[in-house]
């Protein structure tokens, strides 16, 4: 996988190697990082150079994390540079380049995509939906990862991947309530 403006061997070097792993993380990233830019540039807009610096911090963390370094460096220089002046003379390029970035990040992710006339297998799909849900319910963190895990390899199915998605996030953002609704609706579709 290449994505441009991201360093993925580094970001694969973070999750050990786990392509699936860095693919989803991707995806939240993409997902997370929309709303989290909406949020700066209101900041922006308002001149609250206190809550801008935060969201600009928390998106170069971000940034960092999945190997796109350039971009990360340019949220440090918004961050630390302290002259409100040169936020507003670099804010809109941030922004653009970011913009730029996720829609590379979500190309790639759509080429990787499992091919649409994907079968599925619908035991194994309820059994690690029910491993799931069963670690949700007794709050066995290793068992929600193994059945997450193992929940990976259906998120590229079409019709099923994008709710095995929004299960994966729920879990991944503590929503357990939401994933467990998740999973028993997506029990019953199939």
Not at 97 to 112: H, M
Not at 154 to 180: M, Q, S
């Amino acid at each position: 996988m290449t994505i441009p403006g991201v360093n993925v061997d580094k970001g694969l070097q973070r999750l050990g190697g786990r392509v699936k792993s860095y693919q989803k993380i991707l995806g939240v990233f993409c997902k997370d990082s929309r709303s989290k830019l909406v949020e700066l540039a209101r900041c922006f807009e308002s001149d609250d150079v206190p809550l801008y610096t935060t969201h600009v911090h928390g998106l170069k963390s971000a940034l960092g994390n999945i190997g796109a370094e350039r971009l990360a460096k340019d949220a440090e220089r918004l961050e630390l540079e302290g002259d409100w002046g040169y936020v507003q003379a670099n804010h809109q390029a941030f922004m653009d380049e970011f913009d730029v970035l996720l829609n590379n990040i979500d190309a790639a992710l759509t080429d990787s995509a499992a091919p649409a006339g994907a079968s599925v297998d619908k035991q194994k799909l309820a059994a690690n939906l029910n491993n799931l849900k069963q670690s949700l319910d007794s709050m066995d963190f290793g068992g929600m990862k193994a059945a997450s895990d193992a929940l990976m390899e259906f998120e590229e199915v079409p019709n099923i991947g994008a709710k095995i998605k929004v299960i994966l996030h729920d879990r991944l953002a503590g929503e357990y309530d939401d994933a467990t609704a998740g999973i028993d609706a997506l029990l019953k579709e199939i």
